[in-house]
């Protein structure tokens, strides 16, 4: 039998990935009303994944290249750096890279082991946690934080306390890299994900944040292209 074609396995995985996306929607419809914090949702996706990554529809087992790219103009010296919601870990894996000093974290305990083991010799310090109950200590504790795909992922009402959330963990002085969804149209989303507009992302602003950068692009998924951003912030000393 002849030895399948890179181009074959990774049409193979994107088409159970969509399958799997199929079925995680399905599954999450029916209980985002009763659960708006998504936990239960997210911990069943990565449990009945049985290691297969394919089952996780977010997961592109590589960085974000923009945040690659970044890392690259901004190395760190040691910095403190922080991954919040860090799925499978591949962007926390590299800024640890790139010299930070870095944690990740996730409300899944099992997406963390799975991380730990796809790393088995990782600087990054993973462990499980909740945006929403970060231990003390990270209040203003990292220099440079990391969100991907976070905001997006809980419903709009959730929005103010995610920001929150986000923003308090970023020390003064500090950077807070964001990347997610975007849309142009005012009106909420019907999501999930719920694509961020511009003025979502302003609450930053509100909290003390100057925009130092942001990139727009666009990523395919499947037939559509889909609008993205990732911002770069500077949080007030
Ligand atoms: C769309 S995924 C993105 C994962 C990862 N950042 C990435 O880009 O691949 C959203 C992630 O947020 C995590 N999550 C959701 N709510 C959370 C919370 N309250 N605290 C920590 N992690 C959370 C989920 O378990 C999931 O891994």
């Given at each position: 039998?002849?030895?399948?074609?890179?181009e074959?396995?990774?049409?193979?995985?994107?088409?159970?990935?969509?399958?799997?996306?199929?079925?995680?929607?399905?599954?999450?419809?029916?209980?985002?009303?009763?659960?708006?914090?998504?936990?239960?949702?997210?911990?069943?996706?990565?449990?009945?994944a049985?290691?297969d990554?394919a089952?996780?529809?977010?997961?592109d087992?590589?960085?974000?290249p923009?945040?690659?790219?970044?890392?690259?103009?901004?190395?760190?010296?040691?910095?403190?750096?922080?991954?919040?919601?860090?799925?499978?870990?591949?962007?926390?894996?590299?800024?640890?890279?790139?010299?930070?000093?870095?944690?990740?974290?996730?409300?899944?305990?099992?997406?963390?082991?799975?991380?730990?083991?796809?790393?088995?010799?990782?600087?990054?310090?993973?462990?499980?946690?909740?945006?929403?109950?970060?231990?003390?200590?990270?209040?203003?504790?990292?220099?440079?934080?990391?969100?991907?795909?976070?905001?997006?992922?809980?419903?709009?009402?959730?929005?103010?306390?995610?920001?929150?959330?986000?923003?308090?963990?970023?020390?003064?002085?500090?950077?807070?890299?964001?990347?997610?969804?975007?849309?142009?149209?005012?009106e909420?989303?019907?999501?999930?994900?719920?694509?961020?507009?511009?003025?979502?992302?302003?609450?930053?602003?509100?909290?003390?944040?100057?925009?130092?950068?942001?990139?727009?692009?666009?990523?395919?998924?499947?037939?559509?292209?889909?609008?993205?951003?990732f911002?770069?912030?500077?949080?007030s000393?």
């Amino acid at each position: 039998m002849t030895k399948p074609t890179r181009e074959q396995i990774d049409a193979e995985f994107a088409a159970r990935r969509a399958k799997a996306r199929e079925e995680v929607n399905k599954l999450d419809r029916n209980t985002i009303h009763s659960e708006p914090e998504r936990g239960a949702f997210f911990n069943t996706v990565y449990d009945r994944a049985n290691d297969d990554a394919a089952q996780i529809p977010w997961a592109d087992l590589a960085p974000k290249p923009q945040l690659a790219a970044w890392l690259k103009a901004n190395p760190g010296n040691g910095q403190t750096a922080l991954d919040i919601a860090c799925g499978l870990g591949d962007n926390a894996e590299e800024i640890a890279a790139a010299r930070y000093d870095t944690t990740a974290f996730d409300l899944s305990q099992t997406a963390i082991d799975w991380a730990k083991q796809r790393f088995p010799s990782s600087k990054v310090k993973y462990l499980a946690a909740s945006l929403f109950e970060p231990p003390m200590e990270w209040r203003g504790g990292f220099e440079l934080v990391n969100e991907c795909y976070t905001l997006q992922a809980l419903p709009p009402q959730m929005l103010d306390k995610s920001t929150r959330a986000i923003a308090n963990l970023v020390k003064p002085g500090g950077t807070l890299l964001v990347y997610s969804r975007m849309r142009h149209n005012i009106e909420t989303p019907d999501g999930p994900p719920w694509p961020l507009h511009e003025n979502d992302l302003m609450k930053f602003a509100d909290l003390g944040f100057s925009l130092v950068a942001d990139e727009r692009f666009e990523v395919v998924r499947g037939e559509r292209k889909v609008h993205h951003q990732f911002a770069h912030w500077h949080k007030s000393p």
